[in-house]
């Protein structure tokens, strides 16, 4: 079935949202609405991710891992809170808060996309265990993109012709 | 413990930062218990399904391993909330300044609602202003707010602000909710902003992380005007001063969160070079040459009365409407309650009777957030809620704070207030009695703490967080042990400084840079801390007990 293939790359969207949100976290440290809500963000994903993994046994689907394992994470996480806090006084740093935000929007878009995918498939496969799924993750998934939206629409004004 | 835990029949000494578990779980019982009123939330209320759906998961034994208080007593709690025959809540900074602060605020609203317990006498929530004069400020958008409750995203909301200035909506910045204090401090820091006018408050030693706060205001590229009646810590660290008038040397309205407008007439001239805001901000406008879009002066009146009446007319139809207020009529009743208009034209004493609430979206002020995120609403995400007056029910799931104790920082801050004075001393602080009933800072421990660290009653203590550190005299008081509580009223300026020479005193040297997602206020509730005695007891005289 070609859903194993939707939930696969539903799946790989979340593995990947856990990574870029930390990394967006530790490179802007300094701005710290930004650094504890991508911590907390990544953990709904990577919630998201482990509650697929049932879902990607049943589909005989391909898992995804991290793209970095967690102790080259941590050790990189270090130089990148360290090297957010000698530019944090930089006018610069607004410029690659945005585009990083960016960046998280796309990349939450097309998780979100993919939940739909996922959602139809599962009604027409009469899922019903995976389109519960969907009811309780998809609105998280939501928010992060009003989240993202939120903080371009806040950031841009500032970066873009204040800075 | 303060004198109002003493008095209660339920106390619940939660661990710091748990509020909103705790409010879920009263939400449970409610719930679970048929303590809803079906009739009223079915009329009057939307949201009902969303909340039950996230509350079904804060069964008292949940919420008590969070908060760390027997599920009996959560039970017994949620008792007295589900079983009054009237129930007015209220909350302030315990719930404003601590972790999830919003999504607690809107819980409380929430029990009063499942209870259809609004709206009729004994029936209310009150939910608190931290400052005597923070509900006008807000009302009058000194807050950042929009005048009058005005909608920023509401784009008739914006012509009508425009129109009663007579300038293009162009020059009203409304592409964005107001830039929030704790964003515009880091734009200091990063050199996006370079003039910082700082009117009537302290923020060198009421915002968290004070060595930060301090080295942004010392910048050499950020100039700095401090506008106050004392010369405050950040008045220290000001390019330019601007002495001000207080209340009693100037004339003007201040409105309690009850809606109270009370007119304070000048009894005395200011000292010295001192002048009333107003007056300052008058001069500052004409300096500038603000003008309108008739190329007349921006500002046509220059007394407080005047001020007051135009503000007045901008608030007619809204919801908090002054328009049948005047000077005259408040000398002549000594106080009304908004609204005050033709309908109402002594005031009105009570919101809500008719379980009509402000949410129809052309007039509502605002189209609401996720309250984990902070994401705002669009007019469309808003519409489609279809809240047509009926109250918006909300509810989030609990997250950890951000800040956890660690082997190294084993203990939990709480910062908060003495009776004795106000915010940072700078009125309270020349009152002799007041300063002498609580002179110095001290650092609550509980018993079981201060018997593992060998610290006893009067010792000095040094308090360290990964921001900074504190030195004060102990007091083994009634708080949760694993938890610190510290008066955060003592700066410096009575010694002459900007910040501490030695021992530092400032309880927010220690706390965390981090706000609220939604109502962008700081947290000052939980910080992780460590505890050393650094001396035995002195005959230093003791402060005041309540906080």
């Known amino acids: 079935m070609k859903l194993a293939r939707a939930i696969s790359q539903l799946h790989r969207s979340e593995r990947d949202l856990v990574g870029e949100y930390r990394r967006v976290a530790d490179r802007h440290a300094v701005e710290h609405d930004v650094y504890h809500m991508c911590h907390l963000l990544a953990a709904q994903c990577s919630t998201h991710a482990e509650r697929l993994q049932p879902f990607l046994e049943r589909y005989g689907a391909q898992a995804h891992e991290l793209d970095a394992p967690e102790l080259w994470e941590s050790v990189v996480g270090t130089v990148r809170r360290t090297n957010a806090k000698l530019l944090g006084r930089s006018p610069a740093t607004g410029l690659l808060l945005l585009s990083d935000l960016r960046r998280l929007y796309l990349l939450v878009a097309e998780a979100e996309i993919n939940w739909r995918m996922v959602r139809q498939g599962a009604m027409a496969a009469r899922d019903t265990e995976l389109a519960e799924l969907f009811e309780s993750c998809h609105e998280e998934t939501w928010n992060q993109l009003k989240w993202a939206k939120t903080k371009i629409k806040e950031a841009s004004p500032q970066t873009l012709v204040g800075g | 413990m303060t004198p109002v835990a003493r008095e209660a029949d339920v106390h619940l000494p939660i661990r710091n930062g748990t509020n909103l578990a705790l409010l879920n779980a009263l939400q449970h019982e409610l719930i679970a218990n048929g303590w809803v009123d079906r009739g009223f939330v079915e009329a009057h209320t939307i949201g009902f399904d969303g909340v039950a759906k996230i509350v079904a998961e804060y069964p008292p034994e949940r919420a008590a391993e969070i908060c760390g208080v027997p599920a009996e007593r959560i039970r017994e709690a949620a008792r007295v909330v589900g079983t009054a025959d009237r129930l007015v809540s209220t909350c302030l900074q315990g719930v404003y300044q601590s972790h999830q602060a919003t999504a607690s605020a809107v819980a409380i609203n929430d029990l009063n609602l499942l209870r259809g317990m609004i709206g009729k006498p004994g029936c209310t929530v009150f939910q608190m202003n931290g400052q005597p004069t923070a509900q006008n400020t807000r009302e009058c958008g000194a807050n950042g707010d929009i005048a009058a409750f005005l909608n920023w995203q509401n784009p008739e909301h914006i012509q009508r602000l425009a129109r009663h200035w007579n300038v293009d909506p162009s020059v009203i910045p409304h592409w964005f909710r107001h830039t929030h204090a704790m964003q515009i401090f880091r734009y200091c820091e990063q050199g996006a902003i370079k003039l910082l006018w700082i009117s009537g408050t302290n923020p060198a030693v009421s915002l968290p992380e004070l060595r930060r706060i301090r080295s942004i205001l010392g910048q050499e590229r950020l100039f700095v005007v401090v506008q106050d009646a004392f010369l405050s810590e950040t008045g220290r660290l000001a390019d330019v001063v601007l002495p001000a008038a207080?209340?009693?040397?100037?004339?003007?309205?201040?409105?309690?969160?009850?809606?109270?407008?009370?007119?304070?007439?000048?009894?005395?001239?200011?000292?010295?070079?001192?002048?009333?805001?107003?007056?300052?901000?008058?001069?500052?406008?004409?300096?500038?040459?603000?003008?309108?879009?008739?190329?007349?002066?921006?500002?046509?009146?220059?007394?407080?009365?005047?001020?007051?009446?135009?503000?007045?007319?901008?608030?007619?139809?809204?919801?908090?409407?002054?328009?049948?207020?005047?000077?005259?009529?408040?000398?002549?009743?000594?106080?009304?309650?908004?609204?005050?208009?033709?309908?109402?034209?002594?005031?009105?004493?009570?919101?809500?009777?008719?379980?009509?609430?402000?949410?129809?979206?052309?007039?509502?002020?605002?189209?609401?957030?996720?309250?984990?995120?902070?994401?705002?609403?669009?007019?469309?995400?808003?519409?489609?809620?279809?809240?047509?007056?009926?109250?918006?029910?909300?509810?989030?799931?609990?997250?950890?704070?951000?800040?956890?104790?660690?082997?190294?920082?084993?203990?939990?801050?709480?910062?908060?207030?003495?009776?004795?004075?106000?915010?940072?001393?700078?009125?309270?602080?020349?009152?002799?009695?007041?300063?002498?009933?609580?002179?110095?800072?001290?650092v609550e421990v509980s018993p079981e703490d201060a018997k593992q660290l060998a610290i006893g009653d009067g010792d000095l203590v040094r308090l360290q967080s990964r921001r900074g550190s504190l030195q004060g005299r102990a007091r083994i008081a009634d708080v949760r042990p694993g938890v610190l509580f510290v008066p955060f009223h003592y700066g410096y300026w009575d010694r002459g400084r900007a910040g501490p020479d030695g021992g530092a005193t400032a309880a927010n040297e220690l706390t965390i840079t981090d706000w609220d997602p939604v109502s962008k206020q700081p947290y000052f509730k939980v910080a992780a801390v460590r505890l050393a005695r650094l001396e035995p007891a002195g005959d230093t005289p003791e402060g005041g007990e309540a906080r």
């Open chain 2, 246 to 442: 207080l209340w009693g040397e100037k004339t003007g309205t201040f409105t309690n969160a009850d809606r109270t407008v009370h007119l304070s007439e000048k009894a005395v001239e200011p000292p010295g070079q001192a002048r009333s805001d107003l007056d300052i901000w008058l001069e500052f406008a004409r300096m500038m040459e603000l003008r309108d879009a008739d190329g007349q002066p921006l500002l046509k009146w220059s007394s407080p009365e005047e001020a007051f009446d135009h503000f007045k007319r901008l608030t007619d139809g809204r919801p908090c409407d002054y328009s049948g207020m005047s000077y005259q009529r408040l000398r002549g009743r000594g106080q009304i309650q908004w609204p005050c208009n033709a309908d109402h034209p002594d005031g009105k004493e009570r919101l809500y009777e008719d379980g009509r609430f402000n949410t129809d979206p052309g007039y509502c002020e605002e189209y609401g957030h996720d309250l984990t995120t902070g994401a705002a609403n669009e007019e469309k995400d808003y519409r489609a809620l279809n809240p047509a007056g009926r109250a918006i029910l909300k509810a989030a799931h609990y997250s950890p704070p951000h800040e956890q104790p660690t082997d190294d920082y084993p203990l939990l801050l709480t910062t908060g207030r003495s009776v004795f004075h106000f915010h940072t001393r700078t009125k309270t602080g020349r009152s002799p009695q007041l300063q002498q009933a609580a002179p110095e800072v001290w």
